[in-house]
Structures are given as C-alpha cells and as structure tokens.
C-alpha cells in the first residue's frame, strides 16, 4: 500500500483536489473515516490521509507517508536538510507565500540584511541584550541568518501573528510568510532587499525514509506516470 | 559513540581519580573551587551569546513557565557569580563538572560532557594572565598524564587592533571585527570597502532624517530608540561617498588572514606584512612573542605550536589569545582543552565596564580516551 496524505482543509485541500481533477485523478471519501481517510478511484493500492499542512511535513520527515503535499515552507522548516530524508517531486503551481524578513519602517536606515547584521551587533554591544526576531520559521531562520553572517539576535517562537509582534513590543523582527505584502504593510512592516529566505509554494514531496516495498513503488509510478511526473528521477533516489 | 553516555565499569572512577588530580593542581595555584547549578536561567545564556550557543543549548520550561536552560558551559554562569556578588578581583575559580550540549547534525555526539576548567577574573597585567593560564592548561594535561598533544593558537586582539588602525568608519570596523573569522566573507566585505557602498539612498541632515522617521507611523514600543536609528542613518549617509580602503591594505589584510603554520613563521611574516601595509601593531606582536616565549619555558618549541589568524571563537565570546590542545584518541584527532580571552563578558554580564577574564577547560573524558589508545 502507498500512503499518500493531503492538506485536510481550506484552500491548499481545494487546490489539491482541483489538480489531481485536472489530470484525470478523482478522490472518494473513504465511508466512516470521519473524513480523514480518502481514495483515488481506479488506484485501488493507494491510501490517501487528510492532515494538517504540517502535520504532513512531519510525517513525510518521520516516514510515516511514502508522498505529501504541503508548502515548501513547511518541508524545509521541518527538515533543514532535505537531502536523503526528502526529495521534491513537483512544485503544484499554487499556494505561492514567501518567507521573508521583515522590520519596521520606522527603522529607516535598515534596508539590507547587511544593515541588519549591523544594527544586531551594536544593539547588543549597547544594551547588553539581543534583538529579537519572530517567528514560526526558526529552523529557516537560523540557517538563513547564519549565511547573511548575522550571530546577535535572538529567536521568540511565535504562535500566530507575527506580524503583530514588532508593535506589542515582543520583538523588533520578524520572519514570516507573505503572499501579497499587504499584511506586512497594514503593520508597518517592511521586507528587507535580500530579506526573501524562500520562495515557497505547494509541493508534492516524496518521504526517502518511508518503506518503500514493491506494491509501494508500482503504485508511486502509476500515479506519477497519470500526474505527468518524474518518476524514475524519484526510483532513483529511493533507498535499497 | 552514544547521545546518551553511560558510565560503568569504573569509568566514573577513573573519572573522579582524574578531576581530583586536576582540582588538586588548580587548588595549589590558588583557584577556589565552584559549582554553579546544572539548571540556569535560559536567558543567561541565550541574551548573552550568539544563536550559535543558543542553538546548541538545551532548555525548558518549569511547570510555572519560567524558561530555564542545563547548562552548555560554566564560564557563564561563574561570571555571573562574581559579578553579582561583587566578588574581590582578581578571582581565581576552579570546576569540574558535566556540561550539556546539543549536537546539530551530529545525533550520535554524546549531549552530555565532563569539563574541568578554570577562570581568572580581573588580573590586569593580560600578559601575565595570558601566560598563567596557558602554563596551567599545560600542566594540566601533564598532570592528567599525557606526554604527546599538540598546541594551536591565535589572537581575535590582532586582527582587531589592525582594524583599528585603518581608516574606516567605526560601523565598518564593527563588521570587520565581527566576521573576521569567516574565511571568504570578510574578502567580500573588503572587496566592497574598495568600491563604495551602493545602497545609501538617506537624506543627509538630522531634520530630513527625523521628518522620514515621523512619516513612518508609531515607534514601535521596544528595541532600538529614535535616537539611534536617526544617529545610525546619519553616520550612513555621510559614509556613502567616503568609503575607500587603499586596495595595498586591503590586500595584506587578506594575506594576513590566510597565516596558518608554525608560529616563529607566521609571526615573521606578520611581521613582513604589517610592514608592507605600513601598519604598527608592536603592542600585539610583542605579546605574541612573549606568550610564544612562555610555551618555549614550558618545552613547548614555537615551531611546534600552530598559529592560525583567522582561528576565533566558536563559543563567540572570546576577545584575545585563544588556544585548543589536540591528540588522538583511537579513532583519530580529538580536541582535548580549549580556551582564552574573554574580556567582554563580566560587562555583558553586568559589570561597570570591561573586566580582564581569561580561562581554560579540559574535556576529561577525551583526556581518558587519549590515554587509554597510548
């Protein structure tokens, strides 16, 4: 059996089933499952799970799933080296956001993450505490902070809106995702120049850790194969 | 190699038999021993190191929600000690104990390990601090037992006082200092020193700066004040045309840099270098010198010890001499103490202003394992 599992609500769930549609890819609701449990018609070894967006990303990382689809943002925040643990079959073309970092505009001499790098050391060198940054995007962040050679700052794990954080005083900088900018905006937020960590979008991912046993791998390349995706560039990948 | 050691088998007898050796040696130099708690506040040390250390911190939430961190190492939590209870200068402590770290990447590293180490707070004489310290850590390993490691040293206080004595505004200084020990990232900060920095696009006078400020909305209720967003933009604008660095410096700032080798010829090509870029850091050439004459007391011959420049501070707080002692265990090379100036910290920490502190660790387990592969 191949476990493949699918945002379970809002409008990443519609765009899934609008593209599986699209490729002639039809989803029943598997009878009792409250929901939960689904089916392709005519791809009777796949199982298919509906789960939160990142309770996906978590699953393909544990291996619990042979594939997934989720943001990329949620993929690479949830394993910050995707080599041998994940590989990205095929970007979905939907659920564009960016992750970004952002400051106020009040801070009008911060334009760069150089400005940034800067205004983090003397801050801390000057009131002998760090900046703080925002975010539900730590993994991202420190990694993306440790290539723009930024070391003093500190990270406040955010549990929703951060864009609000800068003006409840709970931190000066935020990393966040945004689609449009508005609502950075409507905060008096703005993205620094090279402040874009990942452009990120829907992605049907494959798990590397999964057991991956023959029926598995037939029915991976069915699908793959009626989706219009690579499948042998992902045969070649898998283990054993 | 485990995450999660088990000691049997006599391993914390052996352990012990070590720590008192060492404790017995440091207490007959006249360091006073300490034992800081295992759970310390988070903030201690994630307000107060880089995302480096925090990222290597373990920390967690007591059941009233007070976020607290298993200490990742003692020299913090020993500074604190003496600054707040405004302990007499100069200190010389003294520990042995377990520090916890977690290990990225790296799942199979043990989280846990033995550390003995000392600290001396406020010895002004640097030079005589520097070599105390580098005497001691020598003895120690000596009197622990072992006969073969090797020695590998540098100074953060070098590169600094060099980027001092160039011309560049105090801003650009700061990031040379900070990023220095970043191979290929400082030649980049170099190569824009000798072309300008594109992105000033600021008004030029204090009241077009305040007036872009006031167009921007609220202050935000935390962080940086007004003051010093307005004091910051202001020394940018009037940079943006004058940055330049004569490229001759800025090359033998790069060459400089790239010095790894036995320290009698690194220090003459220093030596050659600053020369060249007509540059005089004699202070910091002298003070090299002298420790390099300290190790040579000890039979420590400076062709034997290595010195790298760009060799820093992966614990980020180090300020002058640091040092790491290395010999192999059975499975290959293994650092086996480590250490240096630190002299930041006790003000970070809440002192009236910089304090002289200098200190070393020894990780007694690899010292164990080192002498059991002879």
Redo the contacts between chains.
């Keep these: 059996m191949l476990t493949l599992a699918i945002p379970s609500k809002g409008r990443l769930k519609e765009n899934c089933h609008a593209w599986f549609a699209d490729r002639g890819v039809t989803m029943e609701q598997t009878a009792g499952a409250r929901g939960y449990r689904a089916s392709f018609t005519g791809f009777p070894g796949i199982e298919v799970m509906l789960l939160s967006a990142s309770e996906i990303a978590a699953a393909l990382l544990a291996g619990d799933i042979h594939l997934g689809i989720t943001g990329e943002d949620l993929l690479r925040e949830e394993a910050p080296?995707l080599e041998g643990r994940m590989s990205l079959v095929q970007p979905l073309g939907f659920g564009f956001a960016d992750v970004v970092v952002a400051v106020?505009?009040?801070?009008?001499?911060v334009?760069?993450m150089?400005?940034l790098?800067?205004?983090c050391?003397?801050?801390a060198a000057?009131h002998?505490?760090?900046?703080?940054v925002a975010t539900k995007y730590a993994q991202l962040t420190?990694q993306f902070?440790?290539q723009s050679?930024i070391?003093?700052?500190?990270?406040v794990p955010s549990a929703g809106a951060t864009e609000a954080a800068?003006?409840?005083?709970?931190?000066?900088v935020i990393v966040d995702i945004t689609t449009t900018g508005a609502t950075l905006r409507d905060n008096?937020l703005k993205v620094l120049?090279d402040g874009v960590i990942l452009k990120s979008q829907a992605q049907l991912a494959a798990s590397l850790t999964a057991e991956w046993d023959g029926e598995a791998r037939a029915a991976c390349r069915a699908l793959l194969d009626r989706l219009g995706c690579d499948y042998p560039r992902l045969a070649a990948l898998l283990p054993g | 190699m485990t995450a999660f050691p088990y000691y049997e088998d006599g391993a914390m007898e052996a352990l012990n038999a070590q720590a008192a050796v060492l404790l017995g040696l440091f207490a007959e130099r006249g360091y006073a021993r300490a034992e800081p708690a295992v759970l310390q506040p988070a903030s201690l040390f994630l307000d107060r190191s880089g995302e480096e250390i925090r990222r290597r911190t373990f920390t967690l939430t007591d059941p009233s929600g007070r976020e607290l961190a298993l200490r990742p190492d003692l020299t913090i939590p020993i500074c604190r000690q003496a600054v707040r209870a405004g302990t007499k200068l100069p200190a010389r402590v003294c520990y042995n104990g377990l520090v916890f770290r977690h290990q990225p990447g790296e799942p199979d590293r043990p989280t846990q390990f033995f550390q003995a180490g000392v600290e001396l707070l406020g010895l002004e004489d640097r030079a005589a601090g520097d070599a105390e310290i580098a005497v001691l850590a020598v003895e120690a390993l000596r009197a622990a037992g072992l006969k073969d490691f090797s020695l590998r040293i540098g100074d953060l206080a070098l590169f600094n006082a060099l980027v001092d004595a160039l011309a560049l505004p105090a801003n650009w200084r700061g990031r040379l200092k900070r990023h220095f020990w970043r191979p290929g990232y400082v030649e980049s900060l170099l190569y824009w020193l000798g072309h300008g920095d594109a992105r000033a696009g600021l008004p030029k006078t204090r009241g077009e700066i305040e007036a872009l400020i006031d167009a921007q909305g609220d202050a935000p209720p935390a962080g940086r004040t007004r003051e010093e967003v307005v004091a910051r933009a202001l020394d940018r604008a009037a940079q943006a045309e004058s940055l330049r660095l004569d490229p001759k410096v800025a090359d033998a700032i790069a060459q400089l840099l790239d010095i790894s080798g036995p320290a009698d010829a690194a220090l003459a090509r220093i030596t050659a270098l600053l020369k060249t870029a007509g540059i005089n850091l004699d202070p910091q050439l002298a003070a090299l010198d002298a420790r390099l004459k300290t190790l040579a007391g000890l039979g420590i011959a400076p062709s034997a010890v290595q010195f790298t420049a760009h060799f820093g501070r992966n614990m980020e707080y180090y300020t002058g001499f640091v040092f790491e002692f290395w010999a192999r265990d059975r499975e290959g090379p293994v650092q086996i103490a480590g250490g240096g100036r630190y002299d930041s910290m006790m003000e970070m920490l809440g002192a009236k202003g910089p304090v002289s502190a200098i200190g070393c660790a020894l990780r007694t387990e690899r010292v164990l394992a080192v002498k059991g592969a002879a």
Aim: charged share 40%; aromatic share 12%; proline share 2%.
């Design positions: 080296e106020s505009n009040y801070w009008v001499d334009a760069a150089a400005d790098d800067d205004v050391a003397a801050y000057r002998r505490r760090r900046l703080r420190r902070f440790a050679r070391s003093d700052y500190r990270i800068p003006a409840a005083g709970t931190a000066e008096g120049e």
